[in-house]
């Protein structure tokens, strides 16, 4: 297939004139951009408290390849492989250079060159290796050390711990030595060469990776173990788009960047850190939001991963769970009972925000990180997360935390949340966010739920304080304000109040849905980040209006920076690079938007909706208790299928449940079945109970 047709590769003759939007290549624990002579190992940073930073640390692979002969450029990003190629042609040789994180072996990179002779000749054909490295870093000081098996070593520990009296992380790096120049020779028609960087925390592991790689090297499977660890990826999951060549390429790059942001689905080291809105990539500077984890991760990236890898969304949880110690921390500096994850955070947990006022204020940051412990529950039903994995720490630490945050009102006889800012933030010190109330009394609820699950005894105000909370409405209006006093009409940053049905679930009419979307969208900064116009979309496909649903997702299109779909945060190129937050929420949009997927207590809800311009939408690997789905969604009809599975643990029963007919469909392993589109849903054959919210 040719690059022309196959959607998967992003290929070019000519590079952004902004080498900012040159493709990001990462694993979840390294990560730099092609040819930067930074890159990012996750976990480092440098600074105390709110000059807290990801550290750079230099990259040798920091490498051009130039010819004086005239050649013909492209450049292109494979996505199936996750390996960039620049292709120098001409009519003596084909020059190859090939970059790539691995996939498996997650403390590697390599490059590789490749120099094809085109005609018989004897004359030797020699290429330039160009260089920007300097073993140095603003953020770490770097020893040599003695060469390690032919490969250059250097040490250094960062200049700053995260908190006082802390440690700082070391960087241990060593790569194969890379020439200035490479020859093929005379008698050769061919010659390839490999190199490799490891980068790591400790000298043991950096050099029994280096020897791995080399081991990899020798035997030819260097590339093919990282291909398939590529290839095992996606075929656990694809989303597949007829009929809109830019959809499915905007699809295509999202899924393959916020993928790259994770750690291999074989990694058992528990040493992920998170993902901050642009990616291992980046980091190093306020503009990249210093490489800190926010709401972005668990709100915005995370629904469209769990959907697909319960071991990913499990390790994002697990991240979590390794800073509760922190998010006590911060809750008692508050002056306040339980766990206040913070909103920015890096290692350790602690606040590490350069600006007081969003870790003090910005708190619906504790219910966006329950809400994705709670997705991940109803997607698995894996107890052992809240157990031995001490999710129920978090679950409970959090409802602590609201009980004594919150402010009983005697007037209205609810319970307020006074002095927050909401996610829309051109707003502060405001009461009563119905955002933060509404994600506060879901948690609350998930707390209650998950106690009695665990058989663990359930402080009454849990409840109490998940049925006083108030949540803010306006009855002549028929809609939702943003917070106690906000004035209709007033502008807005980015998606707040239009999240309250998705993704809280918040049960309301469609009147309401309507009137909320109505009054935000027109006062919704159009410079405003880029996952917000995804929220709308999502919920003008709730109404059914599909059209005007697409000419919202449209306006994110201008956020993908040509040719290698790589993210801007705003429309005219500014904010965060590789921005995955919008990536995370355009592509809720599509498993969430155009399915109507919504993960449920006992089931999964589906309600599929397509535009004119999409004629199919195949959605493959959706993980299901256990089970993994692959759905085909036309105008007039859905088709899933069960895939066959062996040699893993039984999984339960499961059919399909349709809304208006009450007709159920069981759904056998390797049998596909085919129904009208309407509303429905997928559950334990074993289950009889409704799973539609009242």
Known sequence: MSCDSDPYIFSTDTLPADRRFLPPLANGRLGWR???????????????????????????????????????????????????????????????????????????????????????????????????????????????????????????????AEIPGGSCPMVHLIWSHIPSTLTLLPEQSQARWGFILVGTNSLDIAKA?????????????????????WKELWLQSKVEVTGSETLSKAVIGCMFYLLSAFPSIHDTSSSFGGVSPGGLSNGGDGQDYWGHVFWDQDLWMYPGIALFYPKLARAVLEYRVGTIDG????AQ????KGLKFPWESAVSGREVCPEDIYGQQEIHINGDVTLAFQRYLYLTEDLSMFTEGRGSEVIYGVADYWVSRVTWNPEDQKYHLIGVMPPDEYYYNVNNSVFTNTVAKF?????????????????????????????PFNQ???YHPEFDGYIKGHPVKQADAVMLSYPLNLPMSPEVRRNDLAAYEPVTDPSGPAMTWSMFAIGWMELGEAEKAQSLLQKCFKNIQAPFQVWSESSDGSGAVNFLTGMGGFLQAVLFGYTGFRVQKECLAFSPLLPKDISELCIRGVNYLGSQ????????????????????????????VLKASGTKIPLSPGQPVTFPREPGYVCKQAWTSSCWPV
């Not at 998010?327 to 911060?330: F, R, Y």
Request: proline letters at 4%; glycine letters at 6%.
């Open 327 to 330: 998010a006590k921390d911060n």
């Open 34 to 160: 092609v040819y930067s002579n930074i890159m990012h190992m996750g976990g480092v940073y440098n600074g105390e408290g709110g000059r807290c930073h990801r550290a750079d640390v230099p990259c040798p692979f920091a490498v051009e390849v130039e010819t004086e002969e005239t050649t013909q450029h492209t450049y292109s990003l494979d996505t199936h492989s996750g390996i960039f190629t620049h292709t120098l042609s001409s009519a003596n040789v084909t020059i190859s250079q090939s970059l790539y994180s691995h996939r498996y072996y997650s403390n590697l990179m390599v490059m590789e060159v490749l120099l094809v002779r085109q005609v018989t000749s004897e004359e030797p054909i020699t290429v330039k290796l160009v260089s920007s490295f300097t073993p140095q870093s603003k953020d770490i000081v770097f020893e040599s050390g003695p060469d390690y098996k032919g490969g250059t070593y250097i040490h250094g520990m960062t200049k700053s």
């Open 443 to 471: 948690s609350l609820q998930f707390a209650v739920e998950l106690a009695a699950l665990l058989q663990h005894p359930a402080p009454t105000e849990w409840q109490e304080v998940a049925d006083g909370l108030k949540i």
């Open 333 to 336: 500096k508050q002056g306040h």
């Open 629 to 656: 789905m692959d759905w085909l969604l036309r105008k007039n009809e859905v088709c899933i299928i069960v895939r066959e599975q062996t040699g893993r643990a039984k999984t339960p029963d499961l059919q399909v």
């Open 209 to 229: 990776s280096f020897d791995e790689g080399l081991d990899l090297m020798a035997a030819g499977n260097l590339r093919p173990s990282h291909e398939n660890a």
């Open 476 to 478: 002549e209006s028929q």
